[in-house]
């Protein structure tokens, strides 16, 4: 089919079937017509995470399309975007598997932008590295929120260390730059060989969390004073870690899943929250508790600035992508990256698969 002011009627993209949970990719996928304040993206690259190997079970709408991340170029616009130029080429994120608009998961040869949660790529970032920042970017923004910290138009005063636990993941990589930028000092967890890496992007001292005696490392150096901790992995022992690296005083732990309750109960000078990624586009969540969540205002506008503001430090080389590794041969090859993923065959790299 040709392309019209809103794309053709339908597409190839990677829809689950709630019966059995079957992964799909098919050529007849209805793609919703474009509003006034959207734009149409021929995707290019899509990026996978270990989210989208988790939308599985009761977080499935019916033939719903997968995915977060997208790259590609804009081919059409509404009448009333003004920001993007057909030709542009942009990367985002889609709020995959909401139940109000299960066909706007990224995985399909065309995307429609979702709100303010997309920026423009400057020439010195590829259209595959461009691909990561989606789920990255909208994780990292809302884990400076959860924290108490600002976004880099407001540095802090006085800066203050982070222990980001989990360095080599794909949340540290952009988080850590971002705390950078605002000022504070990330120091990180992460196993020798990735060391280099982990300080690369912004990490002043890392720590081998296999070693027994690693939390009380972390203590002795920040001087019993910690008062952040953004845990990127989560589970029993990554919350007693952060637990006990945090100082007398207590502080702010955050994850980015729900956190073991009896844990966090040890210490009540540590208060707690986690990131829900896609309530950055302020239109709530449909998913399943304790997932869900009403629609916010505040939500979406701070989802605006963020990414307005790291359109800006991509741009200036500031702010950049963690590395990829890419499958080439399009769509088909997503249920594969997924399995990948999800059996840890992409550990310190994003699996990003080109159209
Ligand atoms: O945001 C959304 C929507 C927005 C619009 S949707 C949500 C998107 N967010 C996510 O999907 C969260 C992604 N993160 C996770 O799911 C977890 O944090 C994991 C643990 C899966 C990390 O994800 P990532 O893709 O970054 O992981 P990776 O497979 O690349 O692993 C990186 C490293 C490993 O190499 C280990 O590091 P080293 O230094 O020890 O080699 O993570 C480390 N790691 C662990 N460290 C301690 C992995 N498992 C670990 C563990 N303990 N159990």
Same mark, same amino acid.
């Given at each position: 089919?040709?392309?019209?002011?809103?794309?053709?009627?339908?597409h190839?993209?990677?829809?689950?079937?709630?019966?059995g949970?079957?992964?799909?990719?098919?050529?007849?996928?209805?793609?919703?017509p474009?509003?006034?304040?959207q734009?149409?993206? =021929?995707t290019?690259?899509?990026a996978?995470?270990?989210s989208?190997?988790k939308?599985?079970?009761?977080?499935?709408?019916?033939?719903?399309?997968?995915? %977060?991340?997208?790259?590609?170029?804009?081919?059409?616009?509404?009448?009333?975007?003004?920001?993007?130029?057909?030709?542009? =080429?942009?990367?985002?994120?889609?709020?995959?598997?909401?139940?109000?608009e299960?066909?706007?998961?990224?995985?399909?040869?065309?995307d429609?932008?979702?709100g303010r949660?997309?920026?423009?790529?400057?020439?010195?970032?590829?259209?595959?590295?461009?691909? %990561?920042?989606?789920? $990255?970017?909208?994780?990292?923004g809302?884990?400076?929120?959860?924290? $108490?910290?600002?976004?880099?138009?407001?540095?802090?005063?006085?800066?203050?260390?982070?222990?980001?636990?989990?360095?080599?993941?794909?949340?540290?990589?952009?988080?850590?730059?971002?705390?950078?930028?605002?000022?504070?000092?990330?120091?990180?967890?992460?196993?020798?060989?990735?060391?280099?890496?982990?300080?690369?992007?912004?990490?002043?001292?890392?720590?081998?969390?296999?070693?027994?005696?690693c939390?009380?490392?972390?203590k002795a150096?920040?001087?019993?004073?910690?008062?952040?901790?953004?845990d990127?992995?989560?589970?029993?022992?990554?919350?007693?870690?952060?637990?006990?690296?945090?100082? =007398?005083?207590?502080?702010?732990?955050?994850?980015?899943?729900?956190?073991a309750?009896h844990?966090?109960?040890?210490?009540?000078?540590?208060? %707690?929250?986690?990131v829900?990624?896609?309530?950055?586009?302020?239109?709530?969540?449909?998913?399943?508790?304790?997932?869900?969540?009403?629609?916010?205002?505040?939500?979406?506008?701070?989802?605006e600035?963020?990414?307005?503001?790291?359109?800006?430090?991509?741009a200036?080389?500031k702010?950049r992508?963690?590395?990829?590794? %890419?499958?080439e041969?399009?769509?088909?090859?997503?249920?594969?990256?997924?399995?990948m993923?999800?059996?840890?065959?992409?550990?310190?790299?994003?699996?990003?698969?080109?159209?």
């Amino acid at each position: 089919s040709s392309d019209t002011a809103s794309g053709p009627a339908t597409h190839r993209a990677v829809i689950i079937e709630a019966a059995g949970d079957r992964v799909r990719v098919r050529d007849d996928v209805p793609l919703p017509p474009l509003r006034d304040d959207q734009f149409l993206v =021929r995707t290019e690259a899509v990026a996978i995470n270990p989210s989208d190997t988790k939308m599985r079970g009761n977080f499935v709408t019916d033939g719903g399309i997968l995915g %977060t991340d997208y790259a590609g170029t804009v081919v059409a616009r509404g009448r009333l975007v003004t920001d993007v130029a057909i030709g542009d =080429r942009v990367c985002g994120a889609q709020h995959a598997m909401n139940a109000n608009e299960p066909l706007r998961g990224s995985f399909g040869e065309y995307d429609i932008s979702a709100g303010r949660i997309w920026l423009k790529l400057p020439p010195s970032v590829s259209t595959a590295s461009g691909a %990561t920042f989606g789920a $990255g970017i909208s994780t990292a923004g809302m884990a400076l929120k959860l924290l $108490g910290l600002p976004l880099p138009d407001a540095p802090v005063e006085k800066p203050a260390y982070v222990l980001v636990y989990g360095g080599s993941t794909a949340t540290a990589t952009i988080v850590m730059q971002l705390l950078r930028l605002i000022n504070m000092i990330p120091i990180a967890t992460c196993s020798p060989k990735n060391a280099e890496q982990v300080k690369a992007y912004g990490a002043e001292e890392t720590f081998d969390y296999k070693q027994p005696d690693c939390a009380a490392k972390i203590k002795a150096y920040t001087k019993n004073n910690l008062r952040f901790a953004l845990d990127c992995i989560t589970n029993v022992q990554t919350t007693t870690f952060c637990y006990a690296a945090l100082g =007398r005083a207590g502080g702010k732990y955050v994850s980015l899943d729900p956190f073991a309750d009896h844990v966090a109960a040890t210490r009540r000078t540590v208060k %707690t929250d986690w990131v829900l990624g896609p309530s950055i586009f302020g239109d709530g969540s449909t998913w399943p508790a304790p997932y869900g969540r009403p629609p916010s205002d505040e939500l979406r506008a701070y989802g605006e600035k963020l990414w307005t503001l790291a359109e800006g430090l991509v741009a200036d080389g500031k702010l950049r992508p963690h590395p990829v590794r %890419t499958l080439e041969g399009g769509l088909e090859r997503v249920p594969e990256g997924m399995d990948m993923v999800k059996n840890g065959q992409f550990a310190g790299e994003k699996c990003v698969v080109l159209l």
